[in-house]
């Protein structure tokens, strides 16, 4: 017991303290002007304005620009409002300072939260993503910091209990953080997966061979390609800048599904995920039972697999990291409103979701994704992408498609991870890709 008490204190009591369902906690701003938060330049994304009269009112001065990720302080609390309670209501201001308020009987002011948040790149995503639902989450590969994370359609925080009816009434899911508690089918970004159980499987995946037909029939079950494009011989790394359904359709058929339940696994499918934000687990199913169909369907990112933008990231960025999956964080570091230091927070392993040489074998079939195949619009001068394209149906008649985009940027020394997904782009024109190099374009 005493040394459960110990470990209680020292480890588990933030967490308990911090956590929404603790009414105590906003007590507390009965002492303390409630905390800054600000970007990793030290722009502010949310503040108190104390008035005149002594009342005090949240302001976020870029409105809908981080609402989910910054979140709200009314009705309620979400985002870093909610995970970074405690230290906003918590004053690290020297003892004098302190002491002087109390006897003043003024509030002291809480500490500031520094994220690792990116101005330029937020404003770019947001821009990027315009007027459709979806998500962007972009983090840095080395590191793990976490620095965009965009969420579609969105809300003003500045108005949200003036907005409350109308915004939790909405079909609209506004206060639904896509990036993260958002699951869509994978379409062919999947085939990533596929890929590397087939590595796995087969020393000798370098001299795999298909030819596309533009088609292919077994039991009954008949998938095709994009536009039934004919993609002719290809090997394992055409068949994924091309991204053919119909050879990957055909790995499928190959592989040892235990072995697939193991891979999904292993890159934190059906499992928890390192998140400081609620999220949804993306979900694998396929088992022995399964239909052929059903593992042709499942090897191209269709059947019943679902996945997160964010979690999609993490993959991403463990690819170009040489497998490993570096903690994603979101809070840099605690300050107090004088600038002193309270709290640091550093980079550190997770867990390693593959070898470095199965990470660079789909680090070269990623890069010639860009290069000669599905994604080659992100082809640039100043930067070199490595990325998946997908296009994942979501209707019954095939119809409706989602868009998506993961990848990574210039691959010889990583640097951003990225992942996209734009609802119901099928027939608008609009992309995942050209979300991603309206993004790029800006940052570089």
């Given at each position: ?156 925080p500045n108005t949200i209990s003036e907005d409350w009816s109308e915004i939790a009434n909405s079909s609209g899911s ?142 991403a960025s463990a690819i170009g990291n040489g497998g490993i999956l570096m903690e994603p964080y979101l809070v840099d ?52 992408v490595a990325g998946k394209t997908g296009t994942a149906e979501y209707s019954s008649d095939k119809e409706k498609a ?43």
């Amino acid at each position: 017991m005493m040394g459960y008490l110990v470990y209680f204190n020292v480890v588990k009591s933030k967490d308990i303290i911090n956590s929404p369902y603790n009414v105590r906690l906003d007590s507390m701003a009965d002492r303390v002007v409630r905390g800054k938060i600000l970007d990793n330049e030290g722009n502010v994304l949310a503040k108190t304005e104390v008035h005149e009269d002594g009342s005090e009112s949240r302001s976020y001065p870029y409105g809908k620009m981080f609402a989910h990720v910054v979140g709200y302080d009314s009705k309620g609390k979400s985002g870093l409002e909610s995970t970074a309670n405690f230290h906003l209501l918590t004053s690290n201001a020297n003892f004098m300072e302190q002491f002087v308020h109390e006897l003043k009987e003024e509030k002291n002011i809480g500490d500031n939260v520094i994220t690792t948040l990116d101005l330029t790149l937020q404003e770019a995503a947001y821009h990027a993503l315009g007027d459709y639902k979806g998500a962007v989450v972009i983090t840095e590969v080395t590191t793990g910091k976490i620095l965009a994370m965009v969420s579609k359609p969105d809300f003003d925080p500045n108005t949200i209990s003036e907005d409350w009816s109308e915004i939790a009434n909405s079909s609209g899911s506004m206060l639904l953080n896509r990036a993260t508690q958002g699951t869509y089918p994978p379409g062919s970004i999947f085939k990533l997966v596929t890929a590397l159980e087939y590595i796995r499987e087969n020393k000798a995946y370098n001299s795999y061979s298909y030819t596309c037909e533009g088609e292919i029939e077994f039991e009954g079950t008949v998938i095709h390609c994009a536009k039934n494009r004919k993609h002719g011989e290809e090997d394992l790394a055409l068949s994924l800048a091309n991204s053919c359904n119909t050879s990957f359709s055909n790995i499928g058929l190959s592989l040892n599904i235990s072995g697939m339940q193991k891979t999904a696994k292993g890159l934190l499918f059906n499992t928890k995920l390192p998140s400081l934000f609620p999220y949804s687990q993306s979900k694998f199913q396929l088992d022995k039972e399964d239909s052929s169909s059903e593992v042709m369907m499942t090897a191209i990112g269709q059947g019943e697999t679902l996945v997160s933008p964010y979690h999609m990231v993490l993959i991403a960025s463990a690819i170009g990291n040489g497998g490993i999956l570096m903690e994603p964080y979101l809070v840099d570091r605690i300050e107090s409103h004088t600038g002193a230091s309270v709290e640091k927070n550093m980079p550190k392993k997770y867990t390693e979701l593959m070898t470095s040489q199965e990470a660079s074998v789909l680090k070269d079939y990623m890069l010639k994704v860009v290069e000669n195949g599905t994604a080659s619009a992100l082809k640039s001068e100043k930067y070199v992408v490595a990325g998946k394209t997908g296009t994942a149906e979501y209707s019954s008649d095939k119809e409706k498609a989602h868009s998506w985009f993961m990848g990574f940027t210039n691959p010889d020394n990583p640097d951003l991870a990225i992942s996209i997904v734009v609802e119901s782009a099928d027939n608008s024109g609009m992309s995942a890709v050209s979300v991603a190099k309206k993004i790029l374009n800006a940052y570089y």
